[in-house]
């Protein structure tokens, strides 16, 4: 059974440019959860897709964006890149409440 | 607001050393508290979890026990291992509200053969 999957596992991006991060979460699983870490850093909240809708977000701008497909998966985008966007980003996804949630190996996006 | 703080890094033992990485959270309902594990190059991995007061979370020689009294969740291993150099991340969320997870800022564990 496929845990959760991420892709590109890694990518480098130019200032103002945008980027798409994507995520397959477990078999049976239907909230998308995702968080960025930067260097050095615990994982910090970014949003949470359930039902192919936002349902939770963290402080972060609307630069940041997602969606979530009717098959669970998901996407991260970010817009107008800036050099502290560089960071790993998470993705993790649950089966609903009380099961906990499951990590992928994330992407390492870098901003020059 | 809620809040994970777990002591500075880097530490560093010989290994079969005795471990303790130290955690504490505030927070305004009873969350349940993590131990997530970060090898280099790698996602996170769940270590360990408790969800209420007094529980022990144990996994592969690691325990933590949820304190309320002291709202700490303190990572402990009797004899460390070269194999267990990651970095150890503290958590809590609320799993009956399927929350966002809030951590700390990741401790990195060092053990010398």
């Known amino acids: 059974d496929a845990g959760v999957t991420q892709s590109p596992t890694h990518l480098i991006k130019t200032r103002g440019q945008q980027v798409t991060l994507r995520c397959s979460p477990k078999s049976g699983h239907d909230t998308v959860s995702w968080y960025q870490q930067a260097l050095g850093q615990g994982p910090q909240f970014i949003f949470q897709y359930y039902e192919e809708e936002e349902r939770q977000r963290g402080n972060f701008p609307d630069r940041f964006s997602g969606h979530q497909f009717p098959n669970y998966s998901s996407e991260l985008n970010v817009n107008a890149l800036l050099l502290g966007d560089s960071a790993l980003y998470l993705c993790?996804?649950?089966?609903?409440?009380?099961?906990?949630?499951?990590f992928g190996s994330g992407t390492r996006l870098t901003v020059v | 607001g809620d809040s994970v703080t777990q002591m500075e890094g880097p530490v560093t033992l010989s290994e079969e050393a005795f471990l303790t990485i130290n955690c504490t959270y505030t927070a305004t309902g009873y969350p349940s508290l993590f131990w997530y594990v970060q090898y280099p190059g790698e996602g996170l991995q769940l270590l360990l979890k408790a969800t209420k007061a007094d529980d022990k979370g144990s996994n592969k020689g690691f325990e933590a026990t949820y304190r309320k009294e002291t709202t700490s969740f303190h990572l402990e291993k009797g004899s460390v291992q070269v194999s267990d150099s990651a970095v150890y991340f503290c958590a809590q969320y609320y799993m009956n509200r399927d929350d966002k997870i809030i951590f700390g800022k990741g401790t990195r564990l060092h053990i010398l053969p």
């Open positions: 993790a996804s649950s089966e609903g409440q009380n099961y906990g949630y499951t």
